[in-house]
């Protein structure tokens, strides 16, 4: 199938570490990304990672990818309250335009 | 977001009215799209343009309509509106590995 899963919800403490994970289906991905979306608020491309890769690191964001697996994580290190916000991952496919397929979002609350 | 501009932000439209949505990047990328979200569905595509004066349909294109005749511009129009094109639309701009997106347009059909 085509679907990007990804679980629907995740608290953490302000502070500490937040990991978001996605699960996605094609073999022939070439590029997959994270995006935060604020309430009411468009797409915020927070990164994105080439299919040849393992990790990323930019700032407090560390991305890991398992091929094999095909699992994609996104880590927010110190999480802070201007973190809460709903996350996706996407998956990009070669060809027909570079579709984005996308997960459903992971809806992320930071506590005091 | 990076270059790429959608307008409106907010539009009503009564069933049956048109209006076209309007969508501008100033990166010179090829590939431009446009997907519309809804609640528990996440994004749909609904076209996409790997150029000027190339466009294909996504997987939902049916009542839109998109055209390219500039590689700035990927409007799309709403013929007849209809209550399930209700809907938060945006638009995306992509080169390389980077893929952009718009604020949206929060349309309501009623």
């Known amino acids: 199938g085509e679907d990007v899963e990804q679980s629907l919800f995740l608290s953490v403490r302000e502070g500490d570490s937040s990991v978001i994970n996605c699960t996605y289906t094609?073999?022939?991905?070439?590029?997959l990304y994270w995006y935060k979306q604020e309430p009411g608020a468009g797409l915020q491309l927070l990164t994105y990672?080439?299919?040849?890769?393992d990790m990323k690191q930019d700032q407090r964001l560390t991305v890991l990818l398992n091929k094999k697996d095909k699992h994609l994580s996104l880590r927010i290190a110190d999480t802070q309250t201007g973190d809460s916000a709903i996350y996706f991952c996407?998956?990009?496919?070669?060809?027909?335009?570079?579709?984005?397929?996308f997960g459903t979002g992971t809806q992320l609350k930071v506590e005091l | 977001n990076a270059g790429v501009t959608q307008t409106p932000k907010f539009q009503v439209l009564k069933t049956g009215q048109s209006m076209t949505l309007q969508c501008a990047q100033d990166?010179?990328?090829?590939?431009m799209s446009w997907y519309r979200q809804d609640p528990g569905m996440g994004l749909r595509l609904i076209h996409y343009?790997?150029?000027?004066?190339?466009?294909d349909q996504g997987e939902v294109p049916n009542g839109y309509n998109v055209s390219r005749s500039t590689t700035e511009d990927f409007p799309l129009r709403l013929l007849s509106a209809a209550p399930s094109q209700t809907s938060v639309y945006f638009c995306?701009?992509?080169?390389?590995?980077?893929?952009?997106f718009g604020q949206g347009t929060r349309l309501t059909v009623v």
């Open positions: 996407a998956e990009r496919r070669a060809g027909g335009g570079n579709k984005l397929t």
């Open positions: 343009s790997v150029g000027a004066g190339i466009t």
């Open positions: 990166m010179n990328h090829e590939y």
């Open positions: 995306a701009s992509i080169t390389g590995g980077e893929a952009f």
């Open positions: 094609d073999s022939s991905s070439t590029y």
């Open positions: 990672i080439f299919s040849n890769m």
